[in-house]
């Protein structure tokens, strides 16, 4: 059963999905704490961003290339939120090996997303969100 965060999370993602960056950044709080992986690194280190302004100019920046992100998981935990998703192209398009998933934890407070980080697989996403 999902839970009032999952719920948030997976309209984002929709949002995305149909193109409309706009109505998804509605669900983005406008002090956004993003920490990111840079895939173009073959062991990244966490890079650190605030603000909606700037998940909003990465992610026009992968439609504008042709890379579009298809949900493949939402489990919530509380107020943590993991999202799996798959971006076929993408290893191709950086120049390397993958299978161009990514982990990410999502954060959700008063109906927003608050926070976005980052994993480098599936058990960091587990262990940050605190599903064992």
């Known amino acids: ?5 999952e719920w948030i999370v997976r309209d984002a993602f929709l949002a995305y999905d149909r193109g409309d960056i706009a109505r998804m950044m509605e669900f983005v709080d406008p002090g956004l704490e993003w920490t990111y992986l840079d895939p173009s690194r073959a062991d990244p280190q966490p890079q650190a961003c605030r603000g909606r302004d ?4 990465a992610l026009r920046d992968q439609v504008e290339v042709g890379l579009r992100s298809e949900l493949e998981e939402v489990v919530a935990a509380g107020d943590q939120v993991i999202l799996v998703m798959r971006t076929p192209g993408l290893g191709r398009h950086l120049g390397r090996a993958g299978d161009d998933r990514t982990y990410d934890v999502v954060t959700v407070r008063n109906r927003l997303i608050v926070a976005l980080h980052a994993c480098r697989d599936h058990s960091e996403a ?7």
């Open 1 to 5: 059963m999902c839970n009032e965060n």
């Open 126 to 132: 587990r262990s940050l969100a605190g599903i064992s």
């Open 54 to 57: 700037e998940l909003e100019r």
